[in-house]
């Protein structure tokens, strides 16, 4: 059995990648979500290629997770935002199975760089709450500068809020991590989740009953009821409307309609929000994600994927019971458990799991149960050469989206400063290097029929025909999109051919029925009796 000191790179590289995780305001970047696969990939396969393990429980499932969300790839509309959310499950499972190489102590300092994070997010929540706190109390807009809202944050919180327990338990630096653990718990109570406040009290509570017996910790449980009363009249004053939760029963609904669509497989990994538009029985708030992760799995990866993630965590709660009962160090599983858990819950009715940093952080916890049993060899199972090569392959294959992207942006740049023939070049670009992207395709579309209404006359004509075929080109891509229809009925308009006009807006209107700008767009084309070309 190796030492700690042999996995020291490790336990780096996953600090690393937990701290990028969250610089990245949690959302998804592909360009740091594939410099975070390709690290883990590096590290993996270093780890595979010079160690001999034994393969736990999880793998089996957990491959199999992977290769169904993979297989929904092929079946979804909008394939780029599959890939993107491919990279992000793929990164975070790599994340955990580079976890079971480390020995316990060295998983527990692990453990230490995501205590670190909450206590900075609950710094800035504080800060924010105390020198405005009319602003904070009133509207989000704080919050775009650090996660998608703060839920998101309040979730991540929740996540690591019981490994303070294994900290204090441990009696090292205990009455700092006491003190890091109350400043979080009062930055989850002011974020105004009842959900993560609700499960925050029970972790607090559970973690309490532990110490029991001392008369100081007896006073903390009264105090704490007392504090738990205080905080639901809090919530209640501050969030008295319960609409949210008419919404999320209506996102719900969408969620089983895009399931029947595709039963075993799913609109792919990620892909609620590409099609909500399209299913959504009713008119409602947009949403990116199901705010339920039974409903997102079944929605995004069909009854198969829910039943491999079903798996994964059938497998975790079986090692950790066998943790608790054979285990030296049970209070560790027990923990845990109580983190993996907590978010568990608060995911059936919120999205915190589908954004990348805390998805990653969820595996880096979870698979800290289990145990590689890690033991040297004496030589590589591969060539270093060969594995060099089969990695550049791999980088070269992750990176040309980032280069488009690049292009993209640029392209994005000329074209608010009507600089479209530059912006045309940098589009075509974009397309070179990922031609999947519909988004790609529609914006150099825009660009075409930019120059087009410049231009005007027999070049014009030439610059239309192009937009009209880049935006063709666009659906297929991503043929459920109304947009894009929508683009598309408007050139044809713009070019006097009213029954072209008539047709793609009405089919837009098929894939998103209630949006009343298609539908009064619609009779204003067929009020009109005819449109003459500029």
Same mark, same amino acid.
């Given at each position: 059995?190796?030492?700690?000191?042999?996995?020291?790179?490790?336990?780096?590289?996953?600090?690393?990648?937990?701290?990028?995780?969250?610089?990245?305001?949690?959302s998804?970047?592909?360009?740091?979500?594939a410099?975070?696969?390709?690290?883990?990939?590096?590290?993996?396969?270093?780890?595979?290629? =010079?160690?001999?393990?034994? @393969? %736990?429980?999880?793998? *089996?499932?957990? $491959?199999v997770? +992977?290769? #169904?969300?993979? !297989?929904?790839?092929?079946?979804?509309?909008?394939?780029?935002?599959?890939?993107?959310?491919?990279?992000?499950?793929?990164?975070?499972?790599?994340?955990?199975?580079?976890?079971t190489?480390l020995?316990?102590?060295?998983?527990?300092?692990?453990?230490v760089?995501?205590?670190?994070?909450?206590?900075?997010?609950?710094?800035?929540?504080?800060?924010?709450?105390?020198? =405005?706190?009319?602003?904070? @109390? %009133?509207?989000?807009? *704080?919050?775009? $500068?650090?996660? +998608?809202? #703060?839920?998101? !944050?309040?979730?991540?919180?929740?996540?690591?809020?019981?490994?303070?327990?294994?900290?204090?338990?441990?009696?090292?630096?205990?009455?700092?991590?006491a003190?890091?653990?109350?400043?979080?718990?009062?930055?989850?109570?002011?974020?105004r989740?009842?959900?993560?406040?609700?499960?925050?009290?029970?972790?607090?509570?559970?973690?309490?009953?532990?110490?029991r017996? =001392?008369?100081?910790?007896?006073?903390?449980?009264?105090? *704490?009821?007392?504090?738990?009363?205080?905080? #639901?009249?809090?919530i209640?004053?501050?969030?008295?409307?319960?609409?949210?939760?008419?919404?999320?029963?209506?996102?719900?609904?969408?969620?089983?309609?895009?399931?029947?669509?595709?039963?075993?497989?799913?609109?792919?990994?990620?892909?609620?929000?590409?099609?909500?538009?399209?299913?959504?029985?009713?008119?409602?708030?947009?949403?990116?994600?199901?705010?339920?992760?039974?409903?997102?799995?079944?929605?995004?990866?069909?009854?198969?994927?829910?039943?491999?993630?079903?798996?994964?965590? #059938?497998?975790?709660?079986?090692?950790?019971i066998?943790?608790?009962?054979?285990e030296?160090?049970?209070?560790?599983?027990?923990?845990?458990?109580?983190?993996?858990?907590?978010?568990?819950?608060?995911?059936?009715?919120?999205?915190?799991f589908?954004?990348?940093?805390?998805m990653?952080?969820?595996?880096?916890?979870?698979?800290?149960?289990?145990?590689?049993?890690?033991?040297k060899?004496?030589?590589?199972?591969?060539?270093?050469y060969?594995?060099?090569?089969?990695?550049?392959?791999?980088?070269?294959?992750?990176?040309?989206?980032?280069?488009?992207?690049?292009?993209?942006?640029k392209?994005?740049?000329?074209?608010?400063?009507?600089?479209?023939?530059?912006?045309?070049?940098?589009?075509?670009?974009?397309?070179?290097?990922?031609?999947?992207?519909?988004?790609?395709?529609?914006?150099?579309?825009?660009?075409?029929?930019?120059?087009?209404?410049?231009?005007?006359?027999?070049?014009?004509?030439?610059?239309?025909?192009?937009?009209?075929?880049?935006?063709?080109?666009a659906?297929?891509?991503f043929?459920?999109?109304?947009?894009?229809?929508?683009?598309?009925?408007?050139?044809?308009?713009?070019?006097?051919?009213?029954?072209?006009?008539?047709?793609?807006?009405?089919?837009?209107?098929?894939y998103?029925?209630?949006?009343?700008?298609?539908?009064?767009?619609?009779?204003?084309?067929?009020?009109?009796?005819?449109?003459?070309?500029?």
């Amino acid at each position: 059995m190796e030492t700690k000191n042999n996995f020291f790179i490790t336990a780096f590289i996953l600090a690393v990648v937990m701290v990028v995780s969250i610089v990245s305001k949690f959302s998804l970047v592909y360009s740091i979500q594939a410099a975070i696969f390709l690290i883990l990939l590096i590290s993996t396969v270093f780890l595979l290629n =010079n160690y001999k393990i034994k @393969l %736990s429980s999880f793998v *089996f499932p957990s $491959a199999v997770l +992977l290769i #169904i969300c993979c !297989i929904s790839y092929s079946f979804a509309d909008f394939q780029v935002n599959v890939r993107d959310y491919l990279f992000v499950l793929m990164s975070a499972l790599l994340a955990g199975f580079n976890m079971t190489f480390l020995p316990l102590d060295m998983k527990k300092k692990v453990f230490v760089v995501p205590l670190f994070i909450a206590l900075w997010l609950s710094m800035i929540l504080f800060s924010r709450f105390i020198t =405005n706190p009319q602003s904070f @109390l %009133s509207v989000d807009e *704080f919050y775009d $500068a650090v996660a +998608l809202n #703060i839920n998101v !944050i309040a979730g991540f919180l929740v996540l690591v809020y019981p490994l303070f327990f294994i900290f204090i338990k441990e009696k090292k630096n205990q009455n700092i991590f006491a003190a890091m653990m109350i400043f979080v718990l009062f930055a989850v109570i002011i974020t105004r989740s009842r959900v993560a406040i609700g499960a925050a009290f029970v972790l607090t509570f559970v973690f309490l009953l532990e110490y029991r017996k =001392n008369n100081f910790v007896k006073i903390l449980i009264t105090l *704490f009821v007392l504090l738990l009363l205080a905080s #639901i009249a809090y919530i209640s004053f501050l969030k008295s409307d319960f609409h949210s939760v008419s919404e999320r029963i209506i996102w719900w609904k969408t969620a089983y309609m895009i399931f029947k669509h595709n039963i075993f497989f799913g609109c792919g990994f990620g892909n609620y929000a590409v099609m909500f538009q399209t299913f959504r029985p009713e008119l409602v708030l947009n949403t990116l994600f199901a705010h339920n992760i039974i409903m997102q799995f079944l929605s995004d990866t069909g009854i198969l994927g829910l039943l491999s993630f079903t798996a994964v965590m #059938i497998s975790f709660y079986v090692k950790v019971i066998d943790g608790i009962i054979s285990e030296k160090d049970n209070y560790f599983y027990i923990v845990v458990a109580l983190s993996i858990t907590a978010f568990l819950v608060i995911n059936l009715v919120d999205y915190s799991f589908f954004v990348p940093a805390n998805m990653m952080i969820f595996f880096i916890i979870m698979w800290s149960v289990f145990s590689s049993e890690p033991e040297k060899k004496q030589k590589g199972r591969m060539n270093i050469y060969i594995l060099t090569v089969l990695v550049l392959y791999i980088a070269a294959v992750t990176i040309r989206p980032v280069a488009g992207h690049i292009h993209y942006k640029k392209g994005i740049e000329y074209y608010v400063q009507k600089q479209y023939y530059l912006s045309v070049e940098e589009f075509e670009q974009a397309v070179k290097y990922d031609k999947k992207n519909p988004e790609y395709y529609t914006q150099l579309a825009k660009s075409y029929f930019a120059l087009y209404d410049a231009v005007r006359g027999e070049k014009g004509q030439e610059y239309a025909e192009k937009s009209i075929e880049y935006n063709k080109k666009a659906l297929e891509f991503f043929k459920s999109s109304s947009q894009i229809r929508s683009y598309l009925s408007s050139t044809y308009w713009n070019l006097g051919d009213k029954e072209n006009a008539v047709k793609y807006i009405k089919e837009a209107i098929a894939y998103d029925r209630f949006n009343p700008n298609l539908t009064e767009y619609l009779q204003m084309i067929e009020k009109t009796e005819g449109h003459r070309q500029k």
